[in-house]
């Protein structure tokens, strides 16, 4: 195993089920848990494990909030949707 102080590199192996163990070193740095949800991207060659990250109470009151606040000054329409959508997924939150 070859560690530096962000990532860790294990080697592991696929089953004949398509499963793959993650290394317990890397559970653990990652607080991962059994049930944990994944997003798996892949270009082709290479495979990206992502854990999917359920959103904080805050981040949605704060989404009700602004959505509130938008309507509120009609400055809304229809066609405006797809547009409002578009900004709010590209916020960075983290």
């Known amino acids: 195993m070859m560690k530096n102080a962000m990532s ?3 080697v592991t ?3 004949s089920k398509g499963q793959v163990v993650i290394p317990t070193q890397i559970r653990t740095d990652l607080h991962l848990s059994s049930g944990d949800k994944f997003v798996i991207l892949s270009d082709g060659k290479n495979i990206l494990l992502k854990p999917v990250e359920a959103a904080s109470i805050e981040d949605f ?8 606040a938008i309507t509120k000054s009609g400055k809304l329409k229809k066609s405006d949707l ?3 959508i578009a900004e709010v997924r590209s916020e960075d939150r983290s």
Do not use: D, G
């Open 8 to 10: 860790a590199v294990e």
């Open 82 to 84: 797809h547009k409002v």
């Open 61 to 68: 009151k704060s989404l009700i909030s602004r959505s509130r």
């Open 13 to 15: 192996s696929l089953s």
